[in-house]
């Protein structure tokens, strides 16, 4: 499966964003998504995870109650709506898919790897 994430840009702290990874060329009902982030220097880390069915989802406590993710699959489509950010939100944010059914927030679980879209909040 090839994997689109978009959506990133330049926001005031405080600000809003929704980023959208698009999945084609495999069965997206089929995969659990996630959401991982990359600041600079440092490592990849879990931000988000979803279920095949929209029904299970599980968050990093740096993100809980700030932002939600969701899916559609009837567009192929992972969703991050991401609201009261903050400086330290600033990173590359990549959506992946894993094969195995079960919520993970392990780098090392997912199956495919999205090229990453860059979201930077300014202070």
């Known amino acids: 499966v090839q994997l689109q994430a978009s959506g990133g840009g330049l926001v005031q702290a405080g600000g809003s964003l929704r980023l959208s990874c698009a999945a084609s060329g495999g069965t997206f009902s089929s995969y659990y998504m996630g959401w991982f982030r990359q600041a600079p220097g440092k490592e990849r880390e879990f931000v988000a995870a979803?279920?095949?069915?929209?029904?299970?989802?599980n968050y990093a406590d740096s993100v809980k109650a700030r932002f939600t993710i969701s899916r559609d699959n009837t567009k192929n489509t992972v969703y991050l709506q991401m609201n009261s950010l903050k400086p330290e939100d600033t990173a590359v944010y990549y959506c992946?898919?894993?094969?195995?059914?079960?919520?993970?927030?392990?780098?090392?679980?997912?199956?495919?790897w999205g090229q990453g879209t860059l979201v930077t909040v300014s202070s």
């Open positions: 992946a898919a894993r094969t195995r059914w079960f919520l993970s927030t392990n780098v090392y679980d997912y199956d495919y």
């Open positions: 979803i279920s095949r069915s929209d029904s299970s989802t």
